[in-house]
């Protein structure tokens, strides 16, 4: 990760780790102090966030409540078990009553398990295992994300989405950017291909033009067709973003029926790899708002 031995490394103040983490990835020296590249409001944000809605609306679990409170109940997606434990047998349970299931922490972007109905018995101790341990663990200290510390860890399990075993459903990630009273938000959308084969990412503007850069996976898509009830996504997003000055929101689109993924405040955590530093600037431009909220 760094030219610094890991060992002299992790002795280092965080700020100082921070610094070295950014320039041996981006390979530009950062202002964290007066941010004006994407990466670095990011940063900065990760310093000096101010919202509390970002430890609610990072909790897997309550903004759930708070969408479906803003947007109603249609686009969430059901939740079948909350916990801080849970045993196989009790999730076999909850596949035989339920169908197909996903199991995940509420409180980090860790392991995510999908579970169909013909799952192993090592498969379901594996899942209960793994997302149990991650419970332990501070993802807001690990990432510096402060906000997720003050999640309450719980195991969440939630109906899967009826997509053919093997499949994941197209995850549309709407980058949304305030641009100040009276004027409509920024949408920049990302799109993720062959996740768990070919892993490609390519940007799009709010009427689908592709964007000629990347950040982190390259850009091997350069059209995307319409996903049926687009307008209605693009106004889940920007109403969810409304409070923020910068905020990407996930969701999912089957058949024309959209639900919610979540909410994220810094993607890839600030030190994602654009194909051009100029692009890291032109996201950081669009960004008007004070990055703390």
Known sequence: MTTVPRKLYDLLPTGVQDHIKFISRLHYLPNFKQPSTYNEKINFRKRHYASELFVLCSDKVKVKEYVAEKLGDEIVIDTLYVGESLAPEQLRSLIEEQGAVVVKPNHNSGAVFILERDASDAQLREACDTVTAQLRKDYGTTKREPWYSDIAPRLLVERKLPVKPGEAALDYKFHVFQQGKGQAPVVILHVDFDRFTNHSRSYFTEALEWLPFSVKYPSIYQRIERPENYAT????????????????VDLYNLQGRIFFGEMTFAHESGFGVFTSRAYDLWMGNLWKGDPRY
Do not use: D, H, N, Q
């Open 233 to 248: 996504m693009l106004e889940i997003a920007r109403t969810l973003a409304e409070p923020f000055s910068y905020v990407r």
